[in-house]
């Protein structure tokens, strides 16, 4: 009995230590950053203690509140479509062994472009709405989602794969017992990427095009030297980016307990 | 009622690769009766797993027949259980929901499938970890689940390709013990493809010994044993006269390497 308390206070230990030891390395780079401020004076529009950024913050919340709820529409969208045809291409690609060998080295191709210098093309082909901001994202996050979903759906065990066959499991049968629990850890760290790289796909289109949104409010911001704006506005944006990621780390655990259970 | 005959008549299998044709199997003909345990020994790389696949109908059979209870194999048969030399569970289940894969897979009756899982999984010496996923197994406890697995639908025809041979030797001679105790509980023709000759004696009724590729049956062997066989048989002299006789089939001495010296049994051979 005393040992299992004395484990069970070593792992709250453990756990307690998991969160303070980062928080405490964070919390000491702002106080250097503090006093690194006061010590050398310099400029606020070089750079702004973490004090002014926190007044500006707090000034600023209701109108980057308003923003951040543009580019959070708009990157949850992007995500959500990137998802669902990222995931469509890969069971396409992975359907047949021709459309694999006609399409995959041509995707893996496209990954390599550097996609983010094609903004300003999609604001020929599409305009200065949310809509061509939307689709440059999602052609930014599609890639990681598909080229992840592919390879997880190729890593399905053969041997069990044969084993299912010899049971006279129907293949609708193997791809839901089988093959999809086998992609499901690559899915996820595919969506994970995808879903910071649909933050970045917004933001810049935002720079770009936009007459809201985060990325307009950080060059509006820009253009009067505010740079303590730039840093709350900064700060909004990893809200937006670390929302997506947790509910994509919650769907991952609800859907491991699922095909656990 | 099935009867669970196994009769292969003149089967061949030609591997069609890129380049060449590999003949793996040549012309292979036998029979086995209901509820007999059917050893096959060969030389790695003989063409046994592909006997083994043909009866299970997963590989083409290129020329000859397979019939299974009376009907050619052209497919998977939902009531042939199937053991590879891996245990191959599902990573992500429990023992339990391993055990009941095929039965749910099939749509049976799944409140009898979880009595028949429970039975099987005692029998087995596997109670009380049920609960347990693979990776907290041992190798020998995976291939005791993979057991269950291929028993839970109540096979006529059960099919093993090596299940033992990944494991140690104490664990192996084990699971031989567990496999006759299960086995002759049960009436079931078992196809059991081994290297181990030991294995192929202690556990068989016939054993089917086989020639380097392309393979044949040279010799057809019925193992005199009465059952159930103790484990203390494998110390008899008869099962070591049996098991030297076949190690000569497998092994005949090379040109330019001296003979074995026959043991003196061997000779009344
Ligand atoms: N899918 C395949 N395509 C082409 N050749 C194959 C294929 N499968 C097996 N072979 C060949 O057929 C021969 C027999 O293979 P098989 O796996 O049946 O042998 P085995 O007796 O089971 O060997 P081992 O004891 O090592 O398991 C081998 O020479 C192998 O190279
Ligand atoms: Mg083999």
Redesign the pocket.
């Known amino acids: 009995m005393t040992t299992r308390t004395a484990t069970a206070a070593a792992e709250d230990r453990d756990a307690a230590l998991r969160v303070l030891l980062p928080a405490g390395v964070g919390i000491l780079v702002l106080c250097a950053w503090q006093a690194a401020t006061a010590i050398t004076g310099v400029p606020e529009v070089l750079l702004p203690s973490p004090a002014a950024i926190l007044s500006r913050l707090v000034a600023a919340a209701p109108d980057l509140l308003r923003h951040a709820l543009v580019t959070g529409g708009d990157v949850v969208l992007a995500f959500g479509i990137a998802a669902a045809s990222g995931i469509a291409i890969a069971l396409l690609i992975s359907a047949s062994a021709l459309l694999r060998e006609a399409l995959y080295p041509n995707l893996v191709l496209f990954q390599v472009i550097p996609k983010i210098a094609l903004a300003p093309l999609f604001v020929i082909w599409m305009g200065i709405g949310s809509p061509s901001r939307v689709t440059f994202a999602v052609f930014v996050s599609l890639f990681p989602v598909a080229i992840a979903c592919i390879e997880g759906l190729a890593r399905a065990d053969r041997q069990i794969l044969q084993l299912c066959r010899a049971i006279c499991a129907t293949p609708v049968q193997t791809f839901l017992a089988v093959r999809v629990p086998f992609t499901l850890p690559y899915l996820f760290s595919g969506l994970k990427v995808a879903s910071t790289m649909a933050v970045i796909g917004i933001v810049v289109g935002e720079f770009v095009t936009a007459r809201a949104g985060i990325g307009f409010f950080i060059l509006h911001a820009s253009s009067k030297a505010d740079t303590a704006g730039i840093f709350a506005a900064l700060f909004a944006l990893c809200l937006v980016g670390f929302a997506l990621y947790a509910v994509v780390v919650a769907a991952e655990a609800a859907a491991r307990r699922w095909w656990r259970g | 009622m099935t009867d669970g005959t196994i009769h292969a008549t003149h089967v061949r299998k030609i ?1 069609e ?1 890129r380049t060449d044709r ?1 003949e ?1 199997v040549a012309g292979v003909s036998f029979t086995a009766k209901k509820g007999e345990f059917i050893a096959i020994l ?1 030389p ?8 083994l696949m043909m009866c299970a109908g997963l590989e083409t059979i290129t020329e000859g027949s397979i019939l299974l209870d009376g009907r050619p194999v052209t497919g998977p048969r939902p009531t042939t259980g199937i053991m590879f030399q891996d245990s191959t569970l599902l990573p992500w289940k429990t023992v339990l929901d391993n055990v009941l894969f095929p039965a749910k897979i099939q749509g049976r009756d799944m409140a009898k499938a979880r009595r028949h899982a429970q039975e099987l999984i005692e029998l087995v010496g596997l109670k009380g970890f049920e609960g347990k996923r693979p990776h907290e197994l041992s190798g020998g406890m995976r291939q005791r689940t993979a057991i269950c697995r291929a028993l839970v639908t109540d096979p006529d025809i059960l099919l093993m390709d ?1 299940p033992f041979s990944a494991l140690d030797a104490i664990t192996r001679d084990e699971m031989n013990e567990a496999l006759l105790a299960i086995w002759e509980t049960q009436v079931k023709t078992a196809l059991f ?1 081994t ?1 181990s000759i030991r294995e192929a004696v202690f556990l068989a009724d016939r054993v089917l010994v086989m020639t380097r ?1 392309p393979a044949r049956i040279v010799e057809d062997l019925a193992i005199p044993f009465a059952r159930p066989r103790p484990p203390g048989i494998q110390e008899s002299v008869e099962f070591n006269r049996i098991c030297g006789h076949l190690r000569g089939l497998i092994e005949p001495p090379r040109p330019g390497r001296a003979a074995p010296a026959p043991v003196p049994e061997m000779a009344a051979e």
């Open positions: 591997y690769t590999i793996a060969g790695s790389g003989c063409g046994k797993s592909t006997l090596e493809v290297h590729r």
